[in-house]
Protein backbone atom coordinates (compact mmCIF):
# COMPACT_ATOMS: atom_id res chain seq x y z
CA UNK A 1 0.00 0.00 0.00
CA UNK A 2 2.55 2.44 1.02
CA UNK A 3 4.54 1.66 -2.04
CA UNK A 4 1.90 2.73 -4.63
CA UNK A 5 1.50 5.70 -2.01
CA UNK A 6 4.78 6.42 -3.31
CA UNK A 7 4.88 5.29 -6.82
CA UNK A 8 1.94 8.03 -7.39
CA UNK A 9 3.59 10.48 -5.75
CA UNK A 10 6.54 10.28 -7.62
CA UNK A 11 4.70 10.55 -10.82
CA UNK A 12 3.33 13.69 -9.36
CA UNK A 13 6.97 15.09 -9.09
CA UNK A 14 7.61 13.36 -12.47
CA UNK A 15 4.39 15.97 -14.15
CA UNK A 16 5.04 18.63 -11.82
CA UNK A 17 8.78 18.90 -12.78
CA UNK A 18 7.63 19.48 -15.93
CA UNK A 19 9.66 16.43 -16.76
CA UNK A 20 6.59 14.44 -18.58
CA UNK A 21 5.49 17.20 -20.77
CA UNK A 22 9.36 17.63 -21.68
CA UNK A 23 9.41 14.12 -22.50
CA UNK A 24 6.19 14.28 -24.64
CA UNK A 25 7.52 17.33 -26.50
CA UNK A 26 10.77 16.61 -27.46
CA UNK A 27 9.90 12.74 -27.88
CA UNK A 28 7.08 14.11 -30.61
CA UNK A 29 9.58 16.38 -32.01
CA UNK A 30 12.20 13.30 -32.58
CA UNK A 31 9.72 11.06 -34.16
CA UNK A 32 8.32 13.34 -36.12
CA UNK A 33 12.34 14.40 -37.17
CA UNK A 34 12.82 10.54 -38.08
CA UNK A 35 9.62 9.92 -40.16
CA UNK A 36 10.45 12.64 -42.49
CA UNK A 37 14.20 11.74 -42.69
CA UNK A 38 13.11 7.92 -43.48
CA UNK A 39 11.00 8.96 -45.71
CA UNK A 40 13.67 10.94 -47.92
CA UNK A 41 16.13 8.58 -47.26
CA UNK A 42 14.27 5.37 -48.44
CA UNK A 43 12.80 7.48 -51.14
CA UNK A 44 15.54 7.98 -52.56
CA UNK A 45 17.01 4.41 -52.09
CA UNK A 46 14.51 3.31 -54.29
CA UNK A 47 15.94 4.83 -57.58
CA UNK A 48 18.79 3.60 -57.03
CA UNK A 49 19.52 0.55 -59.34
CA UNK A 50 18.95 -2.29 -57.46
CA UNK A 51 18.18 -5.89 -59.00
CA UNK A 52 18.21 -8.25 -55.92
CA UNK A 53 16.62 -5.65 -53.46
CA UNK A 54 19.36 -6.17 -51.56
CA UNK A 55 20.47 -2.71 -51.19
CA UNK A 56 16.73 -1.29 -49.86
CA UNK A 57 16.22 -4.20 -47.40
CA UNK A 58 19.70 -2.52 -45.77
CA UNK A 59 18.47 0.82 -46.55
CA UNK A 60 15.34 0.37 -44.26
CA UNK A 61 17.50 -1.57 -41.69
CA UNK A 62 20.16 0.54 -41.16
CA UNK A 63 17.57 3.85 -40.58
CA UNK A 64 15.30 1.96 -38.83
CA UNK A 65 17.94 0.38 -36.16
CA UNK A 66 19.93 3.61 -36.21
CA UNK A 67 16.54 5.57 -35.10
CA UNK A 68 16.26 2.81 -32.14
CA UNK A 69 19.59 2.73 -31.93
CA UNK A 70 19.13 6.57 -30.49
CA UNK A 71 16.02 5.99 -28.93
CA UNK A 72 18.32 3.22 -26.54
CA UNK A 73 20.57 6.19 -25.41
CA UNK A 74 17.53 8.66 -24.71
CA UNK A 75 16.09 6.03 -22.77
CA UNK A 76 19.68 5.12 -20.87
CA UNK A 77 20.09 8.76 -20.39
CA UNK A 78 16.55 9.18 -18.89
CA UNK A 79 17.16 6.40 -16.74
CA UNK A 80 20.16 7.88 -15.29
CA UNK A 81 18.36 11.23 -14.43
CA UNK A 82 15.48 9.35 -13.01
CA UNK A 83 17.93 7.10 -10.42
CA UNK A 84 21.32 9.09 -9.96
CA UNK A 85 20.15 11.36 -7.24
CA UNK A 86 16.97 9.33 -6.39
CA UNK A 87 17.64 9.00 -2.94
CA UNK A 88 20.66 10.61 -2.25
CA UNK A 89 19.41 14.50 -3.42
CA UNK A 90 16.51 14.10 -1.10
CA UNK A 91 18.89 12.62 1.93
CA UNK A 92 20.99 15.73 1.28
CA UNK A 93 18.65 18.13 0.97
CA UNK A 94 16.30 16.58 4.16
CA UNK A 95 13.17 16.19 2.42
CA UNK A 96 13.03 12.58 2.91
CA UNK A 97 12.91 13.03 6.76
CA UNK A 98 9.21 13.96 7.66
CA UNK A 99 8.13 11.31 4.98
CA UNK A 100 10.75 8.21 6.54
CA UNK A 101 9.47 9.04 9.89
CA UNK A 102 5.80 7.90 8.76
CA UNK A 103 5.08 4.46 9.57
CA UNK A 104 6.65 2.60 5.97
CA UNK A 105 9.25 0.45 5.29
CA UNK A 106 12.09 1.98 3.89
CA UNK A 107 11.49 -1.41 1.49
CA UNK A 108 7.99 0.21 0.39
CA UNK A 109 9.87 4.47 -0.21
CA UNK A 110 12.27 2.55 -2.50
CA UNK A 111 10.16 -0.02 -4.38
CA UNK A 112 7.99 2.48 -4.90
CA UNK A 113 10.56 4.84 -6.03
CA UNK A 114 11.50 2.02 -8.46
CA UNK A 115 7.99 1.38 -9.63
CA UNK A 116 7.29 4.15 -10.86
CA UNK A 117 10.28 5.23 -12.36
CA UNK A 118 10.96 2.04 -14.31
CA UNK A 119 6.85 2.57 -15.07
CA UNK A 120 7.71 5.85 -16.72
CA UNK A 121 10.69 4.28 -18.78
CA UNK A 122 8.79 1.45 -19.94
CA UNK A 123 6.28 3.77 -21.20
CA UNK A 124 8.97 5.94 -23.10
CA UNK A 125 10.47 3.20 -24.62
CA UNK A 126 7.29 0.77 -25.88
CA UNK A 127 5.97 4.05 -26.99
CA UNK A 128 9.20 5.56 -28.96
CA UNK A 129 10.33 2.54 -30.36
CA UNK A 130 6.57 1.67 -31.82
CA UNK A 131 5.99 5.18 -33.27
CA UNK A 132 9.63 4.52 -35.08
CA UNK A 133 8.79 0.41 -35.92
CA UNK A 134 5.23 1.92 -37.74
CA UNK A 135 6.93 4.71 -39.16
CA UNK A 136 9.40 2.24 -41.15
CA UNK A 137 6.25 -0.25 -41.45
CA UNK A 138 4.08 2.10 -42.97
CA UNK A 139 7.05 4.14 -45.42
CA UNK A 140 8.99 0.73 -46.18
CA UNK A 141 6.59 -2.32 -45.35
CA UNK A 142 9.37 -3.06 -42.59
CA UNK A 143 9.03 -6.16 -40.66
CA UNK A 144 11.60 -7.09 -37.69
CA UNK A 145 11.95 -10.61 -36.14
CA UNK A 146 10.36 -10.26 -33.14
CA UNK A 147 9.12 -6.30 -32.08
CA UNK A 148 7.82 -7.05 -28.61
CA UNK A 149 10.65 -9.24 -27.84
CA UNK A 150 13.04 -6.46 -29.31
CA UNK A 151 10.86 -3.52 -26.97
CA UNK A 152 11.11 -5.72 -23.79
CA UNK A 153 14.47 -5.68 -24.02
CA UNK A 154 15.13 -2.53 -24.49
CA UNK A 155 12.87 -1.49 -21.71
CA UNK A 156 15.14 -4.16 -19.33
CA UNK A 157 17.82 -2.00 -20.45
CA UNK A 158 16.61 1.09 -19.02
CA UNK A 159 15.42 -0.83 -16.09
CA UNK A 160 18.65 -2.14 -15.43
CA UNK A 161 20.49 1.40 -15.81
CA UNK A 162 17.81 2.39 -13.43
CA UNK A 163 17.91 0.09 -10.62
CA UNK A 164 22.02 0.29 -10.33
CA UNK A 165 21.24 4.04 -10.53
CA UNK A 166 19.01 3.45 -7.83
CA UNK A 167 21.61 0.95 -5.69
CA UNK A 168 24.37 3.96 -6.20
CA UNK A 169 21.99 6.62 -4.80
CA UNK A 170 21.46 4.82 -1.65
CA UNK A 171 25.13 5.42 -0.69
CA UNK A 172 26.71 7.51 -3.04
CA UNK A 173 26.76 11.32 -3.04
CA UNK A 174 24.29 12.41 -6.26
CA UNK A 175 27.82 13.75 -8.51
CA UNK A 176 29.63 10.89 -7.61
CA UNK A 177 26.90 8.11 -8.40
CA UNK A 178 26.10 9.96 -12.21
CA UNK A 179 29.89 9.67 -12.67
CA UNK A 180 29.80 6.02 -11.89
CA UNK A 181 26.66 4.90 -14.02
CA UNK A 182 27.54 7.42 -16.82
CA UNK A 183 31.06 5.72 -17.02
CA UNK A 184 29.67 1.95 -16.40
CA UNK A 185 27.49 3.01 -19.72
CA UNK A 186 30.17 3.80 -21.68
CA UNK A 187 32.49 1.04 -20.77
CA UNK A 188 29.78 -1.07 -21.82
CA UNK A 189 29.27 0.40 -24.94
CA UNK A 190 32.99 0.49 -26.22
CA UNK A 191 32.81 -2.99 -24.76
CA UNK A 192 30.33 -3.57 -27.42
CA UNK A 193 32.21 -1.74 -30.59
CA UNK A 194 35.43 -3.87 -29.24
CA UNK A 195 33.17 -7.20 -29.64
CA UNK A 196 32.33 -6.16 -33.11
CA UNK A 197 35.51 -5.07 -34.05
CA UNK A 198 37.27 -8.06 -32.79
CA UNK A 199 34.90 -10.93 -34.13
CA UNK A 200 35.12 -8.75 -37.80
CA UNK A 201 39.00 -9.16 -37.63
CA UNK A 202 38.80 -12.54 -35.82
CA UNK A 203 40.54 -11.47 -32.52
CA UNK A 204 39.52 -13.49 -30.01
CA UNK A 205 41.09 -11.63 -26.93
CA UNK A 206 39.13 -8.52 -28.27
CA UNK A 207 36.07 -10.67 -27.67
CA UNK A 208 36.99 -12.44 -24.40
CA UNK A 209 37.39 -8.53 -23.01
CA UNK A 210 34.20 -7.43 -24.40
CA UNK A 211 32.47 -10.19 -23.13
CA UNK A 212 34.02 -9.79 -19.66
CA UNK A 213 32.97 -5.75 -19.67
CA UNK A 214 29.44 -7.05 -20.84
CA UNK A 215 29.57 -9.00 -17.61
CA UNK A 216 30.21 -5.99 -15.57
CA UNK A 217 27.95 -4.15 -17.06
CA UNK A 218 25.16 -5.35 -19.27
CA UNK A 219 23.59 -2.83 -20.59
CA UNK A 220 24.97 -2.63 -24.11
CA UNK A 221 24.71 -6.56 -24.37
CA UNK A 222 20.99 -5.80 -23.87
CA UNK A 223 20.87 -3.50 -26.27
CA UNK A 224 22.75 -5.86 -28.73
CA UNK A 225 20.13 -8.71 -27.74
CA UNK A 226 17.10 -6.28 -28.33
CA UNK A 227 18.71 -5.34 -31.94
CA UNK A 228 18.85 -8.65 -33.09
CA UNK A 229 14.73 -9.03 -32.81
CA UNK A 230 14.84 -5.57 -34.89
CA UNK A 231 16.08 -6.65 -37.88
CA UNK A 232 13.95 -8.73 -40.46
CA UNK A 233 14.79 -12.29 -41.13
CA UNK A 234 15.51 -11.00 -44.89
CA UNK A 235 18.35 -8.54 -43.73
CA UNK A 236 19.80 -10.73 -41.18
CA UNK A 237 19.75 -13.80 -43.92
CA UNK A 238 22.03 -11.56 -46.28
CA UNK A 239 23.98 -9.98 -43.56
CA UNK A 240 25.13 -13.32 -42.03
CA UNK A 241 27.59 -13.73 -45.27
CA UNK A 242 27.96 -9.63 -45.97
CA UNK A 243 28.89 -8.37 -42.87
CA UNK A 244 26.11 -6.24 -40.81
CA UNK A 245 25.70 -3.16 -38.78
CA UNK A 246 28.37 -2.75 -36.14
CA UNK A 247 25.93 -1.73 -33.61
CA UNK A 248 23.63 -4.64 -33.88
CA UNK A 249 23.82 -7.92 -33.59
CA UNK A 250 23.07 -10.94 -35.93
CA UNK A 251 22.76 -13.80 -33.42
CA UNK A 252 19.89 -14.10 -31.03
CA UNK A 253 20.98 -13.84 -27.34
CA UNK A 254 21.72 -16.74 -25.35
CA UNK A 255 20.12 -18.00 -22.80
CA UNK A 256 23.22 -17.43 -20.45
CA UNK A 257 23.11 -13.34 -21.41
CA UNK A 258 19.40 -13.31 -20.89
CA UNK A 259 19.73 -14.70 -17.72
CA UNK A 260 22.55 -12.34 -16.06
CA UNK A 261 20.48 -9.56 -18.11
CA UNK A 262 17.61 -10.43 -15.67
CA UNK A 263 19.35 -11.27 -12.57
CA UNK A 264 21.51 -8.08 -12.73
CA UNK A 265 19.03 -5.43 -12.19
CA UNK A 266 16.91 -8.24 -9.38
CA UNK A 267 20.31 -8.29 -7.40
CA UNK A 268 21.19 -4.28 -7.62
CA UNK A 269 17.47 -4.06 -6.21
CA UNK A 270 17.92 -6.34 -3.59
CA UNK A 271 21.25 -4.44 -2.84
CA UNK A 272 19.53 -1.01 -2.68
CA UNK A 273 16.85 -2.55 -0.36
CA UNK A 274 19.59 -3.78 1.77
CA UNK A 275 21.90 -0.61 1.74
CA UNK A 276 19.07 1.95 2.29
CA UNK A 277 17.36 -0.33 4.77
CA UNK A 278 20.70 0.45 6.93
CA UNK A 279 21.71 4.10 6.17
CA UNK A 280 21.37 6.50 8.66
CA UNK A 281 19.54 9.61 7.83
CA UNK B 1 -9.82 20.86 16.31
CA UNK B 2 -13.12 19.25 18.05
CA UNK B 3 -11.61 15.54 18.00
CA UNK B 4 -9.26 14.86 21.07
CA UNK B 5 -7.00 11.82 20.05
CA UNK B 6 -7.61 8.54 21.89
CA UNK B 7 -4.82 7.81 24.11
CA UNK B 8 -4.32 4.14 23.98
CA UNK B 9 -1.46 4.34 25.88
CA UNK B 10 -1.22 1.76 28.98
CA UNK B 11 -0.80 3.66 32.72
CA UNK B 12 2.99 3.18 33.00
CA UNK B 13 4.23 3.18 29.97
CA UNK B 14 6.69 6.03 28.68
CA UNK B 15 6.15 8.22 25.95
CA UNK B 16 9.84 8.28 25.36
CA UNK B 17 12.45 5.37 26.82
CA UNK B 18 15.70 5.96 25.98
CA UNK B 19 18.22 3.91 28.43
CA UNK B 20 21.90 3.83 27.57
CA UNK B 21 21.53 5.31 23.84
CA UNK B 22 24.64 5.29 22.37
CA UNK B 23 25.23 6.63 18.59
CA UNK B 24 28.97 6.56 17.17
CA UNK B 25 29.39 8.00 13.63
CA UNK B 26 33.03 6.01 13.27
CA UNK B 27 34.92 7.16 15.63
CA UNK B 28 32.92 10.11 16.44
CA UNK B 29 30.58 9.77 19.09
CA UNK B 30 27.37 11.43 19.44
CA UNK B 31 25.32 9.78 22.15
CA UNK B 32 27.16 8.58 24.88
CA UNK B 33 24.60 6.07 26.68
CA UNK B 34 21.75 8.81 27.17
CA UNK B 35 19.10 7.78 29.65
CA UNK B 36 16.21 9.77 29.32
CA UNK B 37 12.18 9.08 30.34
CA UNK B 38 9.37 11.70 29.26
CA UNK B 39 5.92 10.55 30.79
CA UNK B 40 2.56 10.45 28.19
CA UNK B 41 0.92 13.98 28.71
CA UNK B 42 4.42 15.74 29.37
CA UNK B 43 5.82 19.07 27.39
CA UNK B 44 9.45 18.14 27.89
CA UNK B 45 11.78 20.16 27.07
CA UNK B 46 15.48 18.93 25.38
CA UNK B 47 18.36 21.01 25.37
CA UNK B 48 21.81 21.59 24.72
CA UNK B 49 24.33 23.63 22.73
CA UNK B 50 24.66 22.58 19.10
CA UNK B 51 26.23 19.57 18.53
CA UNK B 52 24.90 18.27 21.88
CA UNK B 53 23.39 15.18 20.21
CA UNK B 54 19.75 16.47 20.86
CA UNK B 55 18.85 15.94 17.07
CA UNK B 56 21.04 12.48 16.82
CA UNK B 57 18.48 11.60 19.85
CA UNK B 58 15.70 12.48 17.97
CA UNK B 59 16.23 10.78 15.04
CA UNK B 60 16.78 7.54 16.49
CA UNK B 61 13.40 7.83 18.27
CA UNK B 62 11.64 8.51 14.82
CA UNK B 63 13.56 5.39 13.28
CA UNK B 64 16.17 7.60 10.77
CA UNK B 65 19.04 6.78 12.92
CA UNK B 66 20.36 3.44 14.50
CA UNK B 67 21.47 3.59 17.73
CA UNK B 68 24.69 1.69 17.85
CA UNK B 69 22.98 0.51 21.12
CA UNK B 70 20.76 0.70 24.30
CA UNK B 71 17.48 0.64 24.39
CA UNK B 72 15.15 3.33 22.73
CA UNK B 73 11.28 2.73 22.47
CA UNK B 74 8.46 5.13 21.97
CA UNK B 75 4.91 4.57 23.78
CA UNK B 76 5.71 1.52 24.71
CA UNK B 77 7.32 0.03 21.84
CA UNK B 78 10.60 0.09 19.69
CA UNK B 79 11.85 2.77 17.55
CA UNK B 80 11.08 2.30 14.04
CA UNK B 81 7.71 -0.32 14.90
CA UNK B 82 5.32 1.17 12.63
CA UNK B 83 2.94 1.38 14.78
CA UNK B 84 4.60 3.27 17.32
CA UNK B 85 4.97 5.68 14.56
CA UNK B 86 1.60 5.75 13.24
CA UNK B 87 0.61 7.30 16.90
CA UNK B 88 4.04 10.07 16.18
CA UNK B 89 4.20 13.40 14.64
CA UNK B 90 7.33 14.68 13.54
CA UNK B 91 9.04 18.14 12.14
CA UNK B 92 12.29 17.46 11.36
CA UNK B 93 15.12 20.02 12.30
CA UNK B 94 15.65 21.77 8.71
CA UNK B 95 11.77 21.30 7.55
CA UNK B 96 12.70 21.28 4.23
CA UNK B 97 9.94 19.74 1.87
CA UNK B 98 9.41 18.74 -1.76
CA UNK B 99 9.06 22.22 -3.35
CA UNK B 100 7.38 21.44 -6.12
CA UNK B 101 4.27 20.13 -4.40
CA UNK B 102 1.42 22.33 -3.07
CA UNK B 103 0.88 22.31 0.75
CA UNK B 104 -1.85 20.48 0.55
CA UNK B 105 -0.60 17.99 -1.59
CA UNK B 106 2.16 17.49 1.14
CA UNK B 107 -0.45 17.06 3.93
CA UNK B 108 -2.14 14.21 1.59
CA UNK B 109 0.99 12.63 1.37
CA UNK B 110 1.84 12.09 4.80
CA UNK B 111 -2.30 12.00 5.37
CA UNK B 112 -1.88 8.78 3.12
CA UNK B 113 0.91 6.97 4.30
CA UNK B 114 -0.01 7.72 8.44
CA UNK B 115 -3.35 5.53 6.68
CA UNK B 116 -5.94 8.31 7.52
CA UNK B 117 -9.23 7.19 5.12
CA UNK B 118 -9.57 9.59 2.04
CA UNK B 119 -13.14 11.63 4.05
CA UNK B 120 -10.98 12.03 7.62
CA UNK B 121 -7.74 12.96 5.07
CA UNK B 122 -9.54 16.20 3.55
CA UNK B 123 -10.95 17.01 6.63
CA UNK B 124 -7.56 16.63 8.79
CA UNK B 125 -5.63 18.90 6.06
CA UNK B 126 -8.62 21.64 5.84
CA UNK B 127 -8.06 21.50 9.78
CA UNK B 128 -4.57 21.77 10.18
CA UNK B 129 -4.02 24.60 7.76
CA UNK B 130 -6.41 26.52 9.75
CA UNK B 131 -4.45 25.62 12.84
CA UNK B 132 -1.15 26.63 11.74
CA UNK B 133 -2.28 29.58 10.18
CA UNK B 134 -2.13 28.65 6.75
CA UNK B 135 -5.42 28.52 5.38
CA UNK B 136 -6.03 29.41 2.39
CA UNK B 137 -2.45 28.74 1.09
CA UNK B 138 -2.84 25.03 0.95
CA UNK B 139 -3.14 25.42 -3.12
CA UNK B 140 0.22 26.99 -3.03
CA UNK B 141 3.57 25.34 -4.04
CA UNK B 142 6.06 25.27 -0.94
CA UNK B 143 8.40 26.54 -3.30
CA UNK B 144 6.60 29.75 -3.23
CA UNK B 145 6.54 29.47 0.59
CA UNK B 146 8.37 32.32 3.30
CA UNK B 147 10.74 30.30 5.28
CA UNK B 148 7.95 31.04 8.23
CA UNK B 149 5.42 29.28 6.31
CA UNK B 150 7.53 26.15 5.32
CA UNK B 151 7.88 25.93 9.27
CA UNK B 152 4.04 26.45 9.58
CA UNK B 153 3.56 23.48 7.10
CA UNK B 154 6.21 21.07 8.73
CA UNK B 155 4.40 22.04 12.38
CA UNK B 156 0.88 21.19 9.91
CA UNK B 157 2.53 17.59 9.00
CA UNK B 158 3.78 17.24 12.00
CA UNK B 159 0.12 17.29 13.51
CA UNK B 160 -1.88 15.75 11.22
CA UNK B 161 -2.63 12.11 12.08
CA UNK B 162 -3.58 13.29 15.41
CA UNK B 163 -0.20 11.82 17.19
CA UNK B 164 -0.01 11.16 20.69
CA UNK B 165 3.32 11.90 20.83
CA UNK B 166 4.64 15.05 18.79
CA UNK B 167 8.65 15.59 18.24
CA UNK B 168 9.17 19.04 17.34
CA UNK B 169 12.84 19.96 16.73
CA UNK B 170 13.35 23.33 16.80
CA UNK B 171 10.15 24.17 15.81
CA UNK B 172 10.15 27.79 16.12
CA UNK B 173 13.51 28.79 14.45
CA UNK B 174 12.10 30.74 11.44
CA UNK B 175 9.52 32.44 13.17
CA UNK B 176 8.69 35.88 13.83
CA UNK B 177 7.60 36.77 18.15
CA UNK B 178 4.33 36.46 16.66
CA UNK B 179 4.42 33.18 15.41
CA UNK B 180 6.60 31.99 18.31
CA UNK B 181 3.64 32.75 20.54
CA UNK B 182 1.60 31.04 18.48
CA UNK B 183 3.59 28.24 17.86
CA UNK B 184 3.54 28.21 22.12
CA UNK B 185 0.09 28.50 22.38
CA UNK B 186 -0.18 25.25 19.83
CA UNK B 187 1.97 23.78 22.71
CA UNK B 188 -0.15 24.19 25.51
CA UNK B 189 -3.07 23.30 23.50
CA UNK B 190 -1.73 19.86 22.81
CA UNK B 191 -1.25 19.42 26.15
CA UNK B 192 -4.39 20.20 27.41
CA UNK B 193 -5.58 17.18 24.94
CA UNK B 194 -3.16 15.04 26.98
CA UNK B 195 -0.64 14.71 24.04
CA UNK B 196 2.85 14.64 25.03
CA UNK B 197 5.04 17.30 23.52
CA UNK B 198 9.05 16.43 23.01
CA UNK B 199 10.56 19.88 22.29
CA UNK B 200 14.19 20.31 21.17
CA UNK B 201 15.08 23.66 21.36
CA UNK B 202 17.92 26.27 22.33
CA UNK B 203 16.14 29.24 22.32
CA UNK B 204 15.91 28.77 26.57
CA UNK B 205 12.99 31.13 27.10
CA UNK B 206 10.65 29.31 25.09
CA UNK B 207 11.32 26.56 26.58
CA UNK B 208 11.13 27.97 30.36
CA UNK B 209 7.19 29.20 28.88
CA UNK B 210 5.75 26.11 27.95
CA UNK B 211 7.92 22.92 29.21
CA UNK B 212 6.96 21.12 32.38
CA UNK B 213 10.03 19.33 32.43
CA UNK B 214 13.40 19.28 30.92
CA UNK B 215 16.85 17.39 30.28
CA UNK B 216 19.99 19.25 29.38
CA UNK B 217 22.16 17.11 27.36
CA UNK B 218 25.84 18.23 26.70
CA UNK B 219 28.07 16.44 24.74
CA UNK B 220 25.96 13.65 24.12
CA UNK B 221 24.82 13.07 27.88
CA UNK B 222 22.01 13.70 30.26
CA UNK B 223 24.06 16.92 32.77
CA UNK B 224 20.70 17.93 34.03
CA UNK B 225 17.46 16.73 34.70
CA UNK B 226 13.89 17.56 36.22
CA UNK B 227 10.88 20.24 37.03
CA UNK B 228 11.76 23.35 35.58
CA UNK B 229 11.50 24.73 39.17
CA UNK B 230 13.93 22.02 40.63
CA UNK B 231 16.48 22.69 38.34
CA UNK B 232 16.68 26.72 38.50
CA UNK B 233 16.46 26.20 41.98
CA UNK B 234 14.60 28.68 44.62
CA UNK B 235 15.60 32.36 44.40
CA UNK B 236 18.45 33.71 46.40
CA UNK B 237 18.80 37.19 45.54
CA UNK B 238 17.28 40.66 46.10
CA UNK B 239 16.77 43.41 43.68
CA UNK B 240 16.81 46.37 44.65
CA UNK B 241 15.82 49.77 42.56
CA UNK B 242 16.61 53.20 44.92
CA UNK B 243 17.22 56.54 44.08
CA UNK B 244 21.23 56.37 44.15
CA UNK B 245 24.20 54.37 45.27
CA UNK B 246 26.99 55.22 47.00
CA UNK B 247 29.38 53.11 49.13
CA UNK B 248 28.09 54.20 52.38
CA UNK B 249 24.83 51.96 51.10
CA UNK B 250 26.96 49.08 49.63
CA UNK B 251 28.65 48.60 52.80
CA UNK B 252 25.50 48.67 54.68
CA UNK B 253 23.89 46.17 52.51
CA UNK B 254 27.04 43.91 52.59
CA UNK B 255 26.16 43.63 56.34
CA UNK B 256 22.88 42.02 55.17
CA UNK B 257 24.05 39.64 52.40
CA UNK B 258 26.67 39.46 49.21
CA UNK B 259 26.48 42.28 46.81
CA UNK B 260 27.08 40.61 43.13
CA UNK B 261 26.09 43.50 41.09
CA UNK B 262 25.67 47.01 40.90
CA UNK B 263 24.31 48.44 37.27
CA UNK B 264 23.77 52.51 37.71
CA UNK B 265 20.68 52.30 40.74
CA UNK B 266 19.72 48.79 40.76
CA UNK B 267 21.58 46.23 42.82
CA UNK B 268 21.55 42.54 43.30
CA UNK B 269 21.91 41.57 46.80
CA UNK B 270 22.62 37.18 47.28
CA UNK B 271 20.98 36.60 50.54
CA UNK B 272 21.28 33.06 52.37
CA UNK B 273 17.70 33.70 53.04
CA UNK B 274 14.61 35.50 51.96
CA UNK B 275 13.54 36.27 54.70
CA UNK B 276 16.04 39.18 55.14
CA UNK B 277 14.10 40.83 52.76
CA UNK B 278 11.94 43.25 54.92
CA UNK B 279 15.25 43.96 57.00
CA UNK B 280 17.08 45.08 53.90
CA UNK B 281 14.13 47.49 53.27
CA UNK B 282 14.28 49.25 56.55
CA UNK B 283 18.48 49.61 56.60
CA UNK B 284 18.20 51.22 52.77
CA UNK B 285 15.15 53.29 54.45
CA UNK B 286 16.58 54.51 57.49
CA UNK B 287 19.79 55.18 55.83
CA UNK B 288 17.47 57.68 54.02
CA UNK B 289 17.64 56.56 50.27
CA UNK B 290 14.56 55.83 48.69
CA UNK B 291 13.47 52.49 47.71
CA UNK B 292 11.79 52.24 44.39
CA UNK B 293 11.28 48.14 44.28
CA UNK B 294 12.37 45.46 46.23
CA UNK B 295 12.12 42.06 44.47
CA UNK B 296 13.28 38.13 45.01
CA UNK B 297 15.28 37.23 41.83
CA UNK B 298 14.96 33.81 40.39
CA UNK B 299 17.94 32.02 38.50
CA UNK B 300 16.98 31.94 34.83
CA UNK B 301 17.47 28.74 32.96
CA UNK B 302 19.87 30.27 30.73
CA UNK B 303 22.17 30.84 33.71
CA UNK B 304 21.56 27.39 34.74
CA UNK B 305 21.98 26.15 30.95
CA UNK B 306 25.11 28.36 30.68
CA UNK B 307 27.13 27.18 34.58
CA UNK B 308 26.31 23.70 32.92
CA UNK B 309 27.54 23.38 29.17
CA UNK B 310 30.86 23.81 27.57
CA UNK B 311 29.45 26.78 25.06
CA UNK B 312 28.15 25.70 22.16
CA UNK B 313 29.30 25.53 18.37
CA UNK B 314 31.88 23.03 18.15
Known sequence: ?281 | MEAAPALAGAAGVAAIELAGARKAYGDRVALHGLDLRVEQGEVFGFLGPNGAGKTTAMKILTGLVRASAGVARVLGRPVGDPAARRRIGYLPEHFRFQEWATGEELLDLHGRLAGLPAARRAARVAEVLELVGLAGRGRQRIRSYSKGMTQRIGLAQALLAEPELVLLDEPTSALDPVGRREVRDLIRELRGRGVTVFLNSHLLGEVELVCDRVAIIDQGRVVRGGRLAELVGPATALRLLLDRVDEYLLGALRRLGQVRSVEGVAVTLQVDDLDVAPAVAECVVRSGYRLFELAPVQRSLEEVFVDLVHGGDR
Open chain 1, 1 to 281: MSTLIVARWTLLEAVRRRLVLAAVLLSAAFVVLFAVAFSILYGRARSVEDPDGVFLVFAGTLQTVLGLYAVQFLAAFLALLLSVGAISSEVESGTLHAVLARPLRRSEYLLGRWLASAGLLAGYVTVMATSLLLVARVVAGYQPVDPVRAVLLMVLEAVLLLTVGLLGSTFLPTLANGVVLFSLFGLAWMGGIVEFVGDTVGNQTMVDLAVAVSLLFPSDAIWRAASYYLQPPTFLGVAVSRGGIPFASLTPPTAALLAWALAYPAAALLGALRTFARRDL
